[in-house]
């Protein structure tokens, strides 16, 4: 299998954003810090002089340390949505690991962080072009236990057998992606299956219960070999139309 990487993908983009904000305000934080440090160092030497304006002194102490103590939250709240952000780069990390680790030939192109040309919808985590039709692979790093109704996804509350809903958009998102791919594609005259995924890519996901027709294979990123290999193969596809297929997609190998 051969992987083609064109962007940064969305959760890497996050993360890096939310990395270099963290690290300015954690860096003003510490800088108001030290500041605050230094006026309370001049305040206790020089205190006999101060002692008219030490009220003064000791607002702008609260002041500064008000100001620090904030910037540094601040700071770690950005550094926690990066961490939230570096999760989703390591379930797409772990769908291309597993996949190679499965010996998928070199007749299959996983294309990471692909965007549908002409359109507004986010870019798709990984497209999987090979003899068994295309395969729209969208990477989730949740972890729990998980049911899927339709288009929702529903979450296990803990110690209860109770379920929330976790997001009504996933499925709807992914399905869109496929219509969109479909339509692209037979602009080109070209018309091929295509498969959308909904792939869990924690180590402490558990999908109980498939509910309805979701219109989107759901699964652990473990099964997804599996369930790739029990496609069909098409006795049409072949290196013309591989050819065919990344010329129209705007892909150089």
Same mark, same amino acid.
């Given at each position: 299998?051969?992987?083609? &990487?064109?962007?940064?993908?969305?959760?890497?983009?996050?993360?890096?954003?939310?990395?270099?904000?963290? =690290?300015?305000?954690?860096?003003?934080?510490?800088?108001?810090?030290?500041?605050?440090?230094?006026?309370?160092?001049?305040?206790?030497?020089?205190?006999?002089?101060?002692?008219?304006?030490?009220?003064?002194?000791?607002?702008?102490?609260?002041?500064?340390?008000?100001?620090?103590?904030?910037?540094?939250?601040?700071?770690?709240?950005?550094?926690?949505?990066?961490d939230i952000a570096d999760k989703g780069t390591i379930g797409e990390k772990r769908i291309i690991q597993v996949l190679n680790e499965s010996n998928f030939s070199d007749d299959y192109i996983a294309i990471k962080n692909y965007k549908i040309p002409e359109t507004r919808i986010g870019d798709i985590d990984i497209l999987l072009i090979?003899?068994?039709?295309?395969?729209?692979? &969208?990477? =989730?790093?949740?972890?729990?236990?998980?049911?899927?109704?339709?288009?929702?996804?529903?979450? =296990?509350?803990?110690?209860?057998?109770?379920?929330?809903?976790?997001?009504?958009?996933?499925?709807?998102?992914i399905k869109q992606q496929k219509e969109l791919l479909?339509?692209?594609? &037979?602009?080109?005259n070209i018309k091929i299956p295509i498969y959308p995924f909904l792939v869990f890519t924690s180590n402490y996901a558990i999908i109980e219960r498939i509910i309805g027709h979701p219109g989107v294979?759901?699964?652990?990123?473990?099964?997804?070999?599996?369930?790739?290999?029990?496609i069909e193969r098409l006795n049409f596809y072949n290196d013309n139309l591989k050819a065919q297929i990344l010329l129209a997609l705007g892909i150089k190998e």
């Open positions: 299998m051969r992987i083609i &990487e064109l962007d940064k993908s969305y959760s890497e983009k996050k993360g890096d954003f939310y990395d270099i904000k963290g =690290k300015r305000l954690g860096i003003i934080g510490l800088f108001i810090g030290l500041i605050t440090l230094l006026v309370i160092f001049l305040f206790l030497k020089y205190n006999q002089v101060l002692a008219k304006h030490s009220i003064w002194f000791l607002i702008l102490i609260i002041i500064l340390a008000i100001l620090s103590t904030r910037f540094i939250k601040k700071s770690e709240f950005y550094f926690f949505k990066r090979g003899p068994k039709g295309i395969f729209i692979l &969208e990477s =989730k790093n949740y972890r729990g236990v998980f049911r899927v109704s339709e288009t929702d996804v529903y979450k =296990k509350l803990k110690f209860r057998k109770s379920y929330r809903l976790l997001d009504k958009e996933i499925i709807k998102q479909e339509k692209f594609l &037979e602009r080109a294979f759901v699964c652990n990123y473990k099964d997804l070999p599996q369930k790739i290999f029990s």
